[in-house]
């Protein structure tokens, strides 16, 4: 495993860094899935840097929706696809094969609509009040965690049925060990940078331990776009508990 090359290639597929890489193979593709939480170390420090840039602004609300379109940009909104499809299959009350029919169809329905516009007012209110109290750090880390959540998943669930090749291959070569050390090395850095990150995190995991077990029932497993949707969806859940916590009294206020 070329740890660097693969590195690249994730960030080549994940973002949109002008990064170029010639004859990529498919096994290199699939092995830089598995540095999806590293990938979100960069993303993350990316919207470090533009909200301590934006914070300046004066005006949290501009800046928090500066933080979305910086966002969506960067990432180039690869995953809201996702959470569309699968709302949209979820939500139609069909059996499996209709649900899978619907995963791959590329029109945009009412339901999966109706997510994005929560997902992103969700966001908008996680980037205002995180940059108003300067707690920037979670924005560092919730790409971390989003990115966490997809490995956790693939490596618990298992792969729907009728839902395309990338979800089955993410299983198979997910393994425990996996989430091991990344669940260990999270954990470890957010409580070095404030215990309520960690307890964050922590909360997040378990969240998505529930979501994942709820899609597994209705669909029986993952498939591409739900990859998709379990990194959007954590990445507001984590964000949303931070904020609660903070509100609570629980936290650093201030720390960067």
Not at 25 to 50: H, K
Not at 152 to 181: D, P
Not at 208 to 218: E, Q, T
Not at 231 to 236: S, V
Request: net charge negative.
């Amino acid at each position: 495993m070329n740890f660097f090359r693969e590195f690249l290639i994730g960030l080549s597929f994940y973002t949109r860094l002008p990064i170029q890489l010639q004859n990529v193979t498919e096994d290199e593709f699939y092995n830089s899935m598995l540095l999806m939480p590293v990938i979100g170390v960069v993303i993350g420090a990316a919207l470090w840097g533009f909200g301590w840039c934006v914070s300046w602004i004066g005006i949290p609300e501009l800046a928090a929706i500066l933080m979305l379109i910086f966002y969506i940009w960067l990432t180039g909104g690869l995953h809201y696809d996702g959470v569309a499809d699968t709302i949209d299959a979820v939500f139609s009350a069909r059996d499996h094969e209709k649900m899978m029919t619907i995963m791959k169809d590329s029109r945009l329905g009412s339901f999966g609509a109706i997510s994005l516009i929560l997902l992103m007012l969700t966001m908008w209110v996680g980037y205002r009040y995180t940059i108003d109290s300067q707690f920037l750090a979670a924005l560092w880390l919730m790409p971390v965690v989003g990115r966490y959540c997809a490995i956790q998943t693939c490596c618990f669930s298992s792969y729907a049925e009728g839902g395309g090749g990338l979800g089955r291959r993410i299983t198979e070569i997910t393994k425990g060990w996996h989430v091991v050390v990344y669940l260990a090395a999270i954990a470890a850095v957010s409580w070095f940078v404030a215990p309520i990150l960690t307890c964050a995190f922590g909360i997040t995991a378990v969240l998505n331990l529930i979501m994942m077990a709820d899609l597994k029932r209705k669909i029986g497993g993952i498939t591409g776009d739900t990859i998709g949707l379990t990194i959007e969806i954590t990445q507001a859940f984590f964000i949303v508990v931070v904020l609660i916590l903070q509100h609570l009294g629980i936290g650093v206020p201030g720390m960067v």
